[in-house]
C-alpha cells in the first residue's frame, strides 16, 4: 500500500543502506544511491514501492554478481544460477546479466576461451573433455565449437602422456599400457590418439620394456 514516506533511516548493519518508512510503517530497504531522490513527506504509490524493490533488487543481485566474478570468469549460466540460489528472480537475475555483458564482465566467447586455455596451461584435456566441461557451464554449441578450432589436442596429450609414463617407470609393460590408457582416456583424448601415443617412441618406456627390446 503507498503513502507518505514518514521517516528514512540508515540500517545498522549496513551503512550503504536506509529503511523507508512509509505512513509510520516499514516499507522496505533501500540502497542508498536508490533512495537519494526520496524525501520525507514524498507520497509513493504502490507502483512507485514495486519499482523501487525490483531496482534495489537489481542492485543487490549486481553486487552478488560482481563479488562472485572476482575468483575467476563465469558463464552466463554460471551467474544466473548463482543469484537464482540465493533466491533472485530470473526478470532481476536477466538484468544483472545485461547489465554486465554490456560492459564485458559477462561474455560467453570469451569465457570459452579462457577456459580452454587453462586447461591447456594447466590441464590438458582431450576434445571431447572440452566440449563437455563447456556445455556444463551453459556455453552454446557454436561457441564451443568456434573455441576448439585452434585447439592442438595432439601437443596435450602428449604433454599429458609423458608427466604419467615417468610416474609409471616402476611398472610392467602391461600394467604402464593399461594404466597410462586409462589416465588419458579419463582425460577425455582421442582413442585413437590414446593408442598412437602410448606407442610412440617419444615417451618415456618402463625399464623393464627397454630391456626387453635390448
Known sequence: MGGEITAIEPQKH???RVNVFVEGAFALGLAID???????GMHLSTADIAELEIADGVERAK??????????PRSKA????????????????DEVITRLERVGLVDDVDFARF??????KFRPRGRRMLRYELYQKGIAD????????DYDETAAIKRVAEKHARRL???DPETFRRRLYGRLARRGFDYALIRDVIESPEIPRPNSEQSEEV
Open 14 to 16: 549496513d551503512s550503504n
Open 34 to 40: 536508490l533512495a537519494v531522490d526520496l524525501k520525507v
Open 63 to 72: 553486487e552478488r554478481a560482481l563479488s562472485y566474478l572476482t575468483h575467476r
Open 78 to 93: 554460471e551467474v544466473r544460477q548463482y543469484l537464482k540460489e540465493r533466491d533472485f528472480s530470473e526478470a532481476v537475475a
Open 115 to 120: 577456459w580452454i586455455e587453462n586447461r591447456v
Open 142 to 149: 557454436e561457441i564451443i565449437e568456434d573455441a576448439l578450432t
Open 169 to 171: 617407470q616402476h611398472c
